[in-house]
């Protein structure tokens, strides 16, 4: 049975000490000219303006966003064990599944009346 598994740990190591070896390279031979600018805050190419403390607020925006994210990541990973084993959940699981998709189109339609998908 350990065999079965063998190949994946495998790959998982090699991916693993291919990021460590690609990080640690390129902090060993990338330059290092440090400057004001490189030393800000990147917010997208906006000047970041300064917050009161504790009475800043961000868009609603930046929440819809994240948001969208996360669910849609949420999405991908039901989805995809729901499509490799749809023949052994029969009706049940296309139920279920026809409620999570019911489900994500209200929070879909939430943030389009939100205005969460213009980008301006």
Same mark, same amino acid.
């Given at each position: 049975?350990?065999?079965?598994?063998?190949?994946?740990?495998?790959?998982g190591?090699?991916?693993?000490?291919?990021a460590? !070896?690609?990080v640690?390279?390129?902090?060993?031979?990338?330059?290092?000219?440090?400057?004001?600018?490189k030393m800000?805050?990147?917010?997208?190419?906006?000047?970041?303006?300064?917050?009161?403390?504790?009475?800043g607020?961000?868009?609603?925006?930046?929440?819809?966003?994240?948001?969208? !994210?996360?669910?849609?990541?949420?999405?991908?990973?039901?989805?995809?064990?729901?499509?490799?084993?749809?023949?052994?959940?029969?009706?049940?699981?296309?139920?279920?599944?026809?409620?999570?998709?019911v489900?994500?189109?209200?929070?879909?339609?939430?943030?389009?009346?939100?205005?969460?998908?213009e980008?301006?």
């Amino acid at each position: 049975m350990g065999n079965v598994y063998l190949p994946i740990l495998i790959l998982g190591i090699l991916a693993a000490a291919f990021a460590v !070896f690609s990080v640690g390279v390129a902090s060993l031979t990338g330059p290092k000219r440090y400057n004001r600018a490189k030393m800000d805050a990147y917010e997208c190419g906006i000047e970041p303006t300064p917050q009161p403390i504790g009475r800043g607020k961000f868009p609603v925006k930046y929440y819809l966003t994240a948001m969208l !994210f996360i669910i849609f990541d949420i999405e991908i990973v039901f989805l995809y064990p729901w499509a490799v084993a749809f023949d052994q959940l029969a009706l049940f699981g296309l139920i279920e599944m026809i409620l999570f998709i019911v489900t994500l189109l209200v929070v879909y339609a939430y943030v389009w009346r939100r205005r969460g998908l213009e980008w301006d």
